[in-house]
Structures are given as structure tokens and as C-alpha cells.
């Protein structure tokens, strides 16, 4: 509508008043898009989509998985539960996908990216986008021991309303607190991004695996690939089940490199109370 067009006018000519987009203007062609932000919605909502579509991936393959002959992880009997209440918790809880989407939101539509993101050149790299999932993972455990360890006090803040679950089920992957998900996804996630430059399209692709493997690591029940997994070093649902168990394991994520590393990696398969076909 009119108002609409008042205000994207409005911020188009604060936009050239300010000094990087005057820089683009007069001859710094760096940045990739001089109607910074507005003309960069395209590429935001891409990505946004593109993680939703993940999740809807995510979603159905759990559906069937549970009704195939797949392994609980842990032997305790797990309370009755729907599946589509669960769900639906799990897309609206606001320390999650809604956070995560503000975040997206502002440090794309104020320019607080690397200006390599911007760009829509070429394909997706899959040397950035295993590099950003490394990198990103470690930064997440780094995060997630200090949550542990600093204090009680920033641990009663932050990190104790998840570790309410003691047998996980994946609808609970992002079920915890605001300074959680600030601490442990958005902090690594921005510091990720000053250190792999990567194009716009690897960057969709790195949220997306980042987003689906997180969820998938909080699943009730083993997946096909977790004894290939487990071999390399990649985190399964069985290895985060040991952090929500014993607490004092596992604060890795995607990779056990670091807990391997750190001297805190405990195999599922010794721990008593979970099954032993995982």
C-alpha cells in the first residue's frame, strides 16, 4: 500500500545517507547490492524456505521411521505422547525456529554479514558448508561446556530448562530457554559466519543440514546411519542421549571430535540403561 511505499522510500534514502552504501555509490562496488536492505528480501526468505523445507523433510521421515522396526535409544518407557501436538510445539516454541528467523532476519537486513553473503555468484561450496558446520560445532560445544561449568547461576539461566529431559524425543531439539539458544546456536552462528566467507547458496545449505541434523540429534530412536557415523566421529542421537543422561558427557554436537579431544566422550553402548541395537 501507500504506507508501504512512504517507508521503503524513507529507508531507501537513509540507506544512501549512510557512509557504506555512499561507498557503493561513488565507486566502492564491494558490496554486491546497492538497495541494500530491501532488495535482499528475495534471498532471506530463500533461506528461511529452505530450512523450512528441511524440517518438513525432518518431520515425515521421523513420522515413518517411528512406525518402522527402529531402536529406542534408552530402555525407559517413555510417556504417550501426539505426534502432531508435539510437533507443533516443536515449530512454535519461541526460543526456537522463531528466534532463529529474527536473528536471520536482522543480521541480513542490517548488513551484519560478511559481504561474501550477499552474493548470489556461483554454487554451493561443499568445502565452506562442511567448514561452517566444524566450525560452528565447535564454537557450540565451546558454549555448551561453559554453560556447565562457569556457574550454577548461568547454568540455572540458561541451560537447565532443556536438560528437563532426560530421555529426549526430537520434537524437543529447541525446547529450552531464550539465553539458551543465544549462548548455544546465534553466538556460534555469527561468529561462524566472520570466519568461513562463503556465498549466499552455501550458507542456505549449511543452515539447513545445521538446522535438521540438530533435530534429528534429539530423536528417541536410532537412524540407519549412526553405526557409519558413530565410526567417524559424528554425533548421533544415541551420543546426545549420553549428554542428557549423564550430564557430564558429550558437549559436542554434530562432531565427538572435541569430546574426544577434551577427554569427555562416553559411548552410548556403555551406558546401561540404553539399548545395545543403536
Known sequence: GQGFSNMEAAWNESAASSPSYSAYVYGDSSWPDPGWPLTNRPALLTG?????????VVILYHFFHLRSNC???????MPESSFLSDM????????????LSLYLSGTWMFRLMPKSYYSAEG???????????VIND??????????????PWIYRMSHKPHHRFLNPKMFDAFNGSICDTIFMILL????TAQIVHCNVWSYM????????WLTLLH???????????????????????????????????????????????????SVETFNKDI
Open 219 to 269: 530423536s528417541e530412536v536410532s537412524h540407519p546411519w549412526d553405526p557409519l557415523f558413530r565410526k567417524i566421529g559424528f554425533g548421533t542421537a544415541g551420543d546426545h542421549h549420553v549428554h542428557h543422561k549423564c550430564f557430564i558427557f558429550n558437549f559436542g554436537h554434530l562432531f565427538m571430535w572435541w569430546d574426544m579431544m577434551f577427554g569427555t566422550y562416553k559411548s552410548p553402548m
Open 88 to 99: 507443533m510445539g516443536h515449530l512454535a516454541q519461541p526460543e526456537g525456529f522463531v528466534l
Open 123 to 133: 554454487t554451493v561450496n561443499p568445502v565452506h558448508v562442511f567448514a561452517q558446520l
Open 188 to 191: 556460534p552462528l555469527f561468529l
Open 205 to 212: 545449505a549449511f543452515g539447513t543440514i545445521y538446522a535438521s
Open 71 to 77: 531402536s529406542r535409544i534408552q530402555k525407559a518407557v
Open 48 to 56: 528461511i524456505f529452505a530450512v523450512a523445507c528441511g524440517q518438513v
Open 138 to 151: 565447535f564454537f557450540q560445544t565451546v558454549m555448551h561446556l561453559g554453560e556447565h561449568k562457569l556457574s
